[in-house]
């Protein structure tokens, strides 16, 4: 790896010197675990009715052991389509470590408050010596990528709705939708080509990372990540160009991963309606994925309503079993994935300390 400017002053110290993350007491996260719980229980109650959990059990036990060969291949297609961006944004990361450091900060994100994703994205980046700085930046440029794909997500829904013709037609609030997330998507779309072209946009990521790992380790200074963003947009302007569109289209194939994931799982259960259907009820539903846990709740709630208008009334409750199969593949798989990445990930790291320069090649 070519070198670049160091972005902290903090001096070198032992190899085991990691960051202390601030945690939330055990009765805090499970208080949170249950608020969210108990809300996505009123969202499905409000959006969907009163569910026949009898027969949702019914259904799960109706899912053959084979169904879920294809469920974690697509889930492992997910993973990796999700990881290209970092891979692309950090020069020397390559796609093995991209998956396990998404992987891993996941798991973090999840389960750890504020900034702990950040910790474990960097004490990964340190141990297979990739300038935090970088990895960082990359991080950064990754998430933006990502939002402007889930706000585009609507209008390709409703293309694909226009394209196959979709039975129930594209109603006049999901053309709302997809013009207005269509907006939002290509203002984040120009700030990343302006990126692309200012030195004030690079200092702003790299800044304002630097901010955010202080918070954990007050020798990290902000203005030299500053210096080290900037001095990379200069050194791989045209690499970032090419990866911007390869990391676009790798996150919409992402999406439509996830989509097949929830169609594979309807089928599971005994829901047949056609998939293009499924697809763009998903699509224009994506923004939802904002809130916590992906939309947990909300998400789920529009899906089954919008499945359910194809599929009919009777068949809600194993609509409600396929969109919960999704959810355990998709969510619990995930943090399953994560969690084993961790355990390698510490046995096998030889740790650096948080900012410093990676050890030379």
């Known amino acids: 790896m070519s070198a670049v400017s160091t972005p902290d002053t903090a001096p070198a110290s032992a190899p085991d010197d990691v960051p202390e993350r601030r945690r939330w007491p055990l009765w805090a996260r499970l208080a949170l675990w249950l608020g969210l719980g108990v809300f996505a229980w009123f969202a499905l109650r409000a959006l969907i009715g009163a569910i026949d959990w009898r027969e949702v059990g019914q259904s799960f036990g109706r899912v053959p052991g084979w169904a879920f060969v294809p469920l974690l291949a697509l889930l492992g297609a997910r993973q990796v389509l999700n990881a290209i961006p970092?891979?692309?944004?950090?020069?020397?990361?390559?796609l093995r470590h991209s998956v396990q450091n998404d992987l891993g900060a996941n798991v973090a994100g999840t389960f750890a408050p504020p900034p702990g994703d950040v910790v474990v994205?960097?004490?990964?980046?340190?141990?297979?010596?990739?300038?935090?700085?970088?990895?960082?930046?990359?991080?950064?440029?990754?998430?933006?990528?990502?939002?402007?794909?889930?706000?585009?997500?609507?209008?390709?829904?409703?293309?694909?709705?226009?394209?196959?013709?979709?039975?129930?037609?594209?109603?006049?609030?999901?053309?709302?939708?997809a013009l207005a997330c269509g907006l939002v998507s290509v203002v984040m779309l120009?700030?990343?080509?302006?990126?692309?072209?200012?030195?004030?946009?690079?200092?702003?990521?790299?800044?304002?990372s630097g901010r955010a790992l202080r918070r954990v380790r007050a020798q990290i200074d902000p203005e030299r990540w500053a210096d080290a963003v900037v001095d990379l947009r200069r050194r791989s302007a045209d690499s970032l160009r090419a990866g911007l569109v390869r990391a676009l289209v790798a996150l919409v194939?992402?999406?439509?991963?996830?989509?097949?994931?929830?169609?594979?799982?309807?089928?599971?259960?005994?829901?047949?309606?056609?998939?293009?259907?499924?697809?763009?009820?998903?699509?224009?539903?994506?923004?939802?994925?904002?809130?916590?846990?992906?939309?947990?709740?909300?998400?789920?709630?529009?899906?089954?309503?919008?499945?359910?208008a194809v599929a009919g009334a009777d068949a809600e409750p194993a609509v409600v079993a396929g969109v919960l199969v999704w959810r355990g593949v998709t969510i619990a798989g995930t943090l399953a994935l994560g969690a084993v990445v961790l355990a390698v990930w510490r046995a096998r790291a030889r740790v650096t300390p948080t900012g410093a320069p990676p050890a030379s090649r």
């Open 86 to 94: 970092l891979a692309l944004y950090v020069p020397g990361l390559g």
């Open 190 to 208: 120009v700030a990343l080509a302006l990126l692309l072209r200012s030195d004030e946009l690079a200092a702003w990521i790299g800044r304002s």
């Open 253 to 308: 194939l992402m999406v439509l991963t996830d989509a097949a994931i929830l169609v594979v799982a309807l089928r599971a259960v005994g829901v047949h309606v056609p998939a293009a259907e499924v697809v763009v009820a998903f699509l224009v539903a994506y923004p939802l994925t904002l809130m916590p846990l992906f939309g947990f709740g909300p998400l789920d709630a529009v899906l089954v309503g919008a499945v359910t």
């Open 121 to 177: 994205r960097v004490a990964m980046f340190r141990s297979w010596e990739i300038e935090p700085a970088i990895g960082l930046a990359g991080s950064a440029l990754n998430t933006v990528t990502f939002y402007a794909v889930r706000f585009v997500a609507p209008v390709l829904g409703v293309l694909l709705g226009l394209a196959v013709a979709v039975e129930h037609g594209i109603e006049r609030r999901q053309w709302f939708v």
